[in-house]
């Protein structure tokens, strides 16, 4: 099963002296159980792709099929409100979409409204809750009292209370802490971990080299990369072009290599690349120890 765009754009104000496309012939698939990154600059697309995956944005031309089904065919009229719940949109900064009183009824809301006994509405209130670490006495506390950081939490578990295959995040970190951002990150990395689908949208490379399995660089609404973030970081020049650029420990790699190290220019986790960083400094040492004698 999967999400899978094939030939997809999307044109604004079509017809009008306006007419600008967004995407382009946009091929894709996304794989069940992967972590897929979206990168590239405000405007690149990015945004209006992710709203073609649950229908809110309807192509130009092409089609968008969820688990077989061509979401905007004739076909998936009557089934258009499940094919939704299996595709979990965070949009940036979700806690400005909060509204209810408490935090157990705005994470209620999405399920009430699929007409489910109140005993299924607590159970997935509880349950997504619980994914996301939330603490029980925070269910009847306004929204409104508690962190930023809490706050999208609360936000995303409402989208979780769905019971979605597939999570599509749009700048998850955006607007938080470097410690909030941290545990966001890891909080996301453990629902996948849980088999949940990721799609994440970040314009940090740093972000989609810790966690991405494989990713994409957008730029004027057509791919310019795709691939494992290995393969993709090693365009470091195309990367610098777009004006993205790579990891800042690939940086780092890449700088050491122009002064005359021996290393590799392809690694960016940390542990990673503090070996390599290692391994060339000791060769280096015996090189000198070399010259001394």
């Known amino acids: 099963m999967s999400l899978e765009l094939k030939h997809v754009s999307h044109i604004y104000q079509e017809g009008s002296a306006k007419e600008s496309y967004a995407l382009r012939d946009i091929c894709l698939n996304v794989n069940e159980g992967e972590f897929l990154g979206i990168a590239g600059h405000t405007g690149s697309g990015k945004s209006t792709l992710i709203q073609h995956f649950n229908g809110l944005l309807k192509p130009t031309s092409g089609e968008v099929i969820v688990d077989g089904v061509n979401i905007n065919g004739k076909e998936a009229k009557k089934e258009l409100k499940v094919l939704r719940m299996q595709v979990g949109i965070v949009f940036q900064y979700p806690e400005y979409q909060l509204f ?4 157990e009824r705005d994470i209620a809301f999405g399920p009430r409204n699929l007409n489910l ?3 299924e509405i607590q159970h997935r209130v509880t349950e997504a809750m619980d994914m996301l670490k ?4 925070m269910r009847k506390k306004s929204p409104f009292e508690l962190s930023g950081g809490q706050k999208r939490k609360i936000a ?14 749009d700048e998850p970190t955006a607007g938080l802490d470097p410690k909030g951002r941290e545990e966001f990150l890891e909080l996301i990395a453990d629902l996948h971990q849980q088999g949940l689908t990721v799609v994440m949208v970040s314009h940090s490379m740093d972000d989609i080299a810790r966690y991405a399995q494989r990713m994409i660089v957008l730029e004027h609404g057509e791919i310019r990369l795709e691939g494992t973030p290995q393969a993709v970081f090693a365009q470091s020049e195309l990367l610098d072009q777009i004006g993205l650029g790579v990891p800042t420990l690939t940086r780092l790699l890449i700088e050491l290599q122009k002064q005359g190290w021996d290393v590799r220019t392809d690694l960016f986790h940390p542990t990673d690349v503090s070996q390599e960083i290692l391994r060339a400094l000791s060769k ?4 000198k120890g070399a010259d001394l004698c």
């Open 134 to 137: 939330l603490s029980k006495k």
């Open 117 to 119: 006994s109140d005993i």
């Open 156 to 169: 995303i578990a409402g989208v979780l209370a769905m019971k979605p295959k597939y999570l599509i995040l």
């Open 284 to 287: 280096r040492e015996q090189r």
């Open 100 to 103: 209810e009183e408490t935090v």
